[in-house]
């Protein structure tokens, strides 16, 4: 197998690291160096791949630079826009080749010297490997989402993690093509990841403050991610209307009755007032079932219209290759 892989200039690199860039024109040769110095010794054949996501700094100059110094190690790929992180991620999955993929931030928060031990662990049997920051260097503003992001997270996909924030993660290549043949186009990487593995594993990493640069995500950003994760993981908010709906609807009926009952044994209450309260719960408890009728139909049409793969295949007996 070795020998194929150095006389076929198209065998697939053992690693491929993913890397969202946007306007990290101060991070990026630090990154560039330490990738380098920790992949080189442990990895025959790797490539980086950095996805400038519409930077207006010198990111892109920077990042073709490095291409030009080790064409062989590092790729660009440059969107138009900023489109975001996850959508980079996506970028880098779609050009990514190795039989492992890694993802990481460009900040340098995330330790590119932890990649050995992500692929270790990845090694030992597992389909995604992801990091679990064991002492966040970040602001309260940041962590208190995350814990409420994890929690909910760890009951909608049904695989508790520790830290579904950290982007140091490792996945096989078949995980990475069940999300390569996803067609949505916003969603975030390691819950859709779940979907698709089996075996998952978490390992603590060391996080870094952010020394250069701002961090990208303002609340609007952070705001907008959690929306995504709400919508394209769980139909919960629509349940939970309609749930509501019949509630409300039985609680009308069984005023309804306790008036009815209370005509009969007591005598007609003041003017029937409550009697139209009765009906108009109903009513109300109704039409709130109805629309989370509908929202169920339109949450349906959405996961028909995001064209997830129903399955990804681990292994087959028989038949073509
Ligand atoms: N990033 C990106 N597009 C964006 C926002 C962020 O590619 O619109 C990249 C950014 O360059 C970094 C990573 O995503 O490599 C994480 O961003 P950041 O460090 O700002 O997030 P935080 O650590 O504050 O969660
Ligand atoms: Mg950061």
């Known amino acids: 197998m070795s020998v194929e892989q150095n006389t076929s200039a198209s065998a697939p690199p053992e690693l491929s690291v993913v890397i969202p860039v946007y306007n ?36 892109w100059e920077l990042i073709t630079n490095l291409h030009q110094e080790h064409p062989q190690h590092f790729r660009g790929v440059r969107f138009f826009r900023n489109f975001g992180q996850h959508p980079a991620v996506f970028a880098g999955f779609q050009a990514a080749r190795g039989q492992v993929v890694v993802t990481l931030d460009a900040d340098l928060q995330n330790p590119p010297e932890e ?29 208190f989402p995350s814990l409420l992001v994890n ?8 695989v508790r993690l520790k830290d579904y924030g950290c982007m140091l993660r490792a996945y096989r290549r078949e995980v990475v093509d069940g999300i390569n043949r996803c067609q949505e186009t916003t969603s975030f990487i390691p819950a859709l990841a779940n979907l698709f593995a089996g075996r998952v594993a978490e390992i ?37 209307v309609g749930f ?41 408890g109704l039409n709130t079932l109805g629309l989370a009728l509908i929202g169920e139909y ?12 129903r399955y990804v295949i681990r292994q087959t007996l028989g038949g073509e290759e």
Do not use: C
């Not at 009815?260 to 007609?268: C, K």
């Open 244 to 284: 509501l709906g019949i509630a409300i609807a039985l609680l009308g009926l069984g005023f309804g009755l306790f008036l009815f009952l209370r005509r009969l044994f007591v005598g007609p209450e003041v003017e029937g007032v409550f009697t139209l309260f009765a009906i108009l719960f109903v009513f109300v």
């Open 204 to 240: 603590p990493v060391g996080h870094a403050e952010r020394e250069r640069g701002a961090s990208k995500y303002g609340l609007g950003k952070l705001v907008r991610l959690n929306f995504d994760l709400m919508t394209g993981f769980s139909h919960l908010p629509i349940h939970l």
């Open 298 to 309: 339109v949450g349906r049409i959405y996961r028909e219209v995001r064209g997830r793969p």
């Open 24 to 59: 990290e024109e101060e991070n990026l040769p630090e990154l560039g160096r330490r990738l380098l110095a920790a992949l080189t010794p442990r990895f025959a054949d790797f490539e980086i791949i950095l996805v400038d996501d519409g930077s207006t700094d010198r990111s």
């Open 115 to 143: 990649i050995p031990r992500l692929v270790d662990k990845l090694n030992e049997g597992y389909d995604t490997v992801g990091g679990w920051r064991q002492q966040r260097h970040d602001s309260w503003l940041r962590k």
């Open 151 to 158: 929690r909910v997270m760890g009951w909608v996909t049904g």
